[in-house]
């Protein structure tokens, strides 16, 4: 028998499921995992991360697909995917980045209607036999405890 111990979880297992965007200022949007924003675009903590540090940059408007996005949005996202990139490098000192986007349901997007870019922080050794043999992934630290050690990093660039 298998067995991860995940307290934090027993919250949203028993919590009320809340309805709308997360991504959505004026909707469930949980304004303390945002680390940085700027005129068309935001960075969040994925609050289910793959790995600590796991950002999330995000267009404000809602939108599901790269062309529905204007150019200025477009050049913003990249802007702050180079600026996330940096502040984890800094912050974490990771040997690598997964850097990409889940475009529709069949590409395992979680969120299919609000475009989003994943970065995700690798190390040497952050997949382990937990992951290989216990199809398990261990995240080491609790997303509040990162995001405590970014959000200096991204302050500075206010």
């Not at 609050?47 to 996005?69: F, M, S, T």
């Amino acid at each position: 028998m298998k067995s991860l111990f995940a307290p934090w979880r027993m919250e949203y297992l028993k919590g009320e499921k809340q309805k709308g965007c997360v991504f959505c200022k004026s909707s469930i949007r949980d304004d303390d995992l945002v680390l940085y924003e700027r005129e068309y675009s935001f960075v969040i903590m994925n609050r289910y991360p793959y790995n600590p540090g796991h950002l999330l940059i995000v267009p404000e408007a809602h939108v599901g697909d790269l062309e529905e996005l204007t150019p200025n949005e477009k050049r913003e996202i990249l802007d702050m995917l180079n600026i996330s990139v940096r502040v984890l490098r800094e912050a974490m000192n990771p040997e690598g980045f997964n850097i990409g986007a889940n475009l529709g349901k069949a590409a395992g997007a979680g969120v299919d209607d609000h475009l989003h870019v994943h970065v995700v922080p690798r190390w040497s050794g952050d997949t382990n036999f937990m992951t290989v043999l216990g199809e398990a992934r261990v995240i080491p630290e609790d997303v509040g405890k990162t995001r405590d050690v970014l959000k200096p990093f991204f302050e500075r660039l206010k």
